[in-house]
């Protein structure tokens, strides 16, 4: 079976505005601050809830600014000390959070280059930042550290100069794309499925940190088999949930997730700061329509086709004894 599709991901107010929303929901904003101990401290608007989003924030700062990554922290979910946001959904965290994150250490860099100009007596335009060091064209360097302390505490030579910059994006969104093939086995005789193998081709634009990238088109993946094959929602005639534990709402265990082959193609999107494309609810995306699709053909030969999910082994039966009483 196979499936593919276009998501569009990471928009901004353009794409709220157009649906007349009373609430329009959009952009981001970032506050940086590069404190006297050389750390990097970023405030963002939002929320990281286990996608990997602190640690992908953290590398595109670190790029723009020359520094580790373990350098940065990342304040969030504080309201007293966080800007306004609209946290994460529509897989829109990294490009549009992401961006700001960008917009945000351009300007913090562009205040180190200068600051170290006058420490070095060269050109803000010749100051290089890497390795924790601002390097100028002769070779001269001071380290990032030593250069944030002195700005914090000798105002007498950086009149009145300070660290600390706020930037917001607000991006009109881009698209991301895929493909899902999935091979599966079907029993006949008791409509179990089982997946021999499942293969993604993913194009998120830029990936900024492939370990994460996978880890959520995996779990995309699971939560799409999931949807696919076992869960459901069941209701009584009176609207009482029937399915009101996990025993009988049956999601699946490892045991029931294949191994998932995943290939990403980076066409890095000219619509976004970063070039990334957003990636989270791609894999839940697919999955369910290849794994279906797949079913669908396994069982072409008794002229089954499965229009509903989860394609639960009693379904799968039911459909059999249809097209078979129907011969």
Known sequence: GLAVFNERTGYGTPAFAARGMGIVPGYEVVDITM???GEVELRIGASPHGQGLRTTLAQIVADRLGVSPDVIRIIHGDTDRTPYGWGSF?????VISGGACQVAA??????????????????AEEITLRD????????SSVALAALARQVHQRSDLFDGFNLAETASYDPGGTFSNACHAAIVEVDAETGHVRIERYLVVEDAG????????DGQVRGGVAQGIANALYEEIVYAEDGNILTGTLADYTPPTAMEIPTIEIHHRETISPAT????KGLGEGGSIGAPAAITNAISDA??????EITEIPATPPRLRALIRAAEAAR
């Open 35 to 37: 404190t006297p101990g």
């Open 206 to 213: 830029r990936i900024i940190n492939p370990l994460i990238a």
């Open 299 to 304: 069982l072409a030969p008794f002229g089954v």
């Open 273 to 276: 700061l970063t070039g990334a």
């Open 132 to 139: 924790g060091q601002a390097v100028a064209a002769n070779g």
């Open 106 to 123: 351009d300007k913090l860099a562009m205040r180190l280059r200068a600051a170290a100009a006058t420490m070095l007596q060269a050109k």
């Open 90 to 94: 529509a897989s829109r965290a990294t």
